[in-house]
């Protein structure tokens, strides 16, 4: 029997895992002779070419895992590979499984939905179509029957599946971001999310969590993520794999390669900070989940989370210096006002981490707040990804204004060009984080334009709110900073007659290219080296001299 596994991945650099998990729970547990391919593309390449692509392969079985991200292209693929082939078109993933009767109600083109972890449900299914066998025993299947869309309850999975790190994995990763499951489940409820409630917190054995991470380290990748929802969960084997990680870097491990971890941060214990403490630069990458420092709306989305100790250690792990911090926060939760958020943002902010992400609530099928509107009360787009658009504590004009909001926090902050500026107009001009980044982004009101544009746009807005000079000054450092090919907009182009006499002086035995900065207003000349080392954002580190060095 053909199979084919399909996944329509958000980026091209990103490597699916959930196909390879099926792929490998086919070749452990099924009985039926398959021959199984997985196919990926990304929901931004043609449609009808991927279609056309696994109709190509004549399957009988043609599966796809689902998510709020691809499942418009993947049932729009699907129509089309139904109308074309006779394949029996199989639906999985988190987007499907909470709602598989409607799906099938919905789809006529769509066969099976199958729910829960599948590695084991999947083959199942499989051998009961080879075999036509009875459909009743496969867990966690929808199907219809007699007119009738019937669903077997889910079994629940307790051992470590079988690894997805095949062959044919390695072959298909060609250096693409890696994800590695090391647990399954979530010691968190959180309303908003499936995590907690998609199983029972479990942890993979331990030897073959270390040989994946040996694997994965030379197979090409240069960033190995780790999907466990709660990586430290667990704090002594987190403790154990970090270490595990330390000990074999530059020797099993490349150093090139570094991992990503998303964590709780009030969590932390002293054996894990020391851990990463002492890592090398970059090896390291951490995501913190923060959602919001209201503890009220903690209470009511069933998120345990001790503020004070989150903050506390956040800003010790940004001390550090050695790893790329990323924080999130959420808009729209129960309970939480455009006041309440901006006090988040704020402290948020505060914490300097390297990202500050500012997601907006998606209203998941499945989660708990979906499921209560009366407790969790809130207006969503009825089309993935189901975000808010309005709350009883936030307006649908706050909820704009808070889009614009997180745009300028992307442009502005986290893509790392305008630190200058922002550290020179929270520290002098008088602004908030959240006052700075609410005003520039309805200014600019989401217009897209390049690098260029842009900044000559934030000193239009912020002159009048600060020294003119100083801030050209600041915004000249940032875009010297982020590019040696970016062109500098005649605004900013330095015109005094030292100019030059500094360029020579600082050029002169430099077998390196160089680009400079007379900032005489503040009596600093800003050299930068094309050579230069960048920092975890991916910034040129630059050097200031007191312009009395030619003056």
Not at 257 to 265: L, R, T
Request: aromatic residues 12%; glycine residues 6%.
């Amino acid at each position: 029997m053909k199979v084919v596994i399909a996944c329509l991945n958000s980026k091209y650099i990103h490597a699916s895992l959930a196909p390879w998990c099926l792929y490998s729970g086919v070749k452990s547990f099924s009985k039926a002779p398959c021959e199984v391919k997985v196919m990926e593309s990304t929901i931004n390449k043609d449609i009808e070419s991927f279609a056309e692509s696994i109709i190509k392969e004549n399957p009988q079985v043609v599966s796809f895992s689902c998510y709020i991200w691809n499942i418009t292209k993947t049932l729009e693929i699907s129509k089309i590979i139904k109308e074309k082939s006779n394949a029996t078109i199989i639906l999985g993933g988190p987007e499907v499984s909470y709602r598989a009767k409607d799906v099938l109600g919905k789809y006529s083109f769509i066969d099976y939905v199958l729910s829960g972890e599948g590695e084991e449900t999947y083959p199942e299914l499989l051998d009961a179509l080879y075999f036509q066998s009875d459909l009743s025993v496969v867990s966690g299947l929808t199907y219809r029957s007699n007119y009738e869309i019937l669903s077997n309850p889910e079994k629940a999975y307790t051992g470590t599946p079988p690894t997805p790190y095949t062959e044919e994995f390695y072959d298909n990763l060609l250096g693409r971001i890696s994800y590695i499951e090391t647990s399954r489940g979530c010691p968190y409820r959180c309303a908003f999310c499936l995590s907690g409630r998609c199983s029972t917190l479990r942890f993979f054995d331990l030897e073959r969590v270390k040989s994946d991470i040996l694997n994965l380290s030379v197979s090409g990748t240069k960033t190995v993520k780790f999907v466990d929802r709660t990586f430290n969960a667990n704090p002594k084997r987190a403790n154990e794999i970090i270490k595990f990680i330390l000990d074999n870097y530059g020797k099993s491990i490349p150093e090139s390669v570094c991992f990503h971890f998303e964590i709780a941060g009030d969590i932390l214990t002293e054996e894990t900070f020391n851990l990463l403490e002492n890592a090398p630069k970059g090896l390291f990458q951490l995501e913190i989940g923060m959602q919001t420092f209201n503890e009220e709306t903690l209470k009511i989305i069933n998120r345990k989370t001790n503020t004070e100790k989150l903050i506390k250690n956040i800003n010790r792990l940004v001390s550090f210096g050695n790893m790329h911090i990323h924080i999130d926060l959420i808009a729209g939760l129960t309970g939480e006002d455009i006041k309440s958020f901006e006090r988040s943002f704020d402290i948020g902010y505060s914490l300097n981490a390297h990202m500050l992400q500012m997601g907006f609530l998606k209203l998941l099928y499945g989660a708990d707040m979906r499921e209560n509107p009366d407790k969790y009360p809130c207006e969503f787009s009825s089309e993935p990804p189901y975000e808010v658009t309005e709350t009883p504590f936030l307006s649908k004009s706050e909820i704009t204004s808070l889009k614009r909001c997180e745009d300028a926090l992307e442009r502005l902050y986290n893509s790392g060009r305008f630190l200058f500026t922002l550290d020179y107009l929270l520290s002098e001009c008088g602004f908030t984080p959240f006052r700075l980044f609410s005003e520039f982004g309805n200014f600019i009101d989401g217009n897209k334009m390049n690098l260029s544009d842009y900044a000559v746009h934030l000193f239009e807005y912020f002159r009048f709110f600060s020294d003119e000079e100083i801030l050209k000054e600041k915004i000249l450092c940032d875009l010297l900073s982020c590019s040696f090919a970016l062109q500098i907009p005649e605004i900013f182009k330095t015109k005094h007659p030292l100019y030059k006499k500094a360029k020579k002086h600082f050029a002169e035995n430099q077998k390196d290219k160089i680009k400079i900065a007379l900032l005489y207003k503040s009596r600093k000349i800003y050299v930068v080296k094309q050579s230069s080392e960048k920092d975890l954002r991916g910034r040129y580190k630059g050097e200031f001299y007191d312009l009395s060095a030619i003056d």
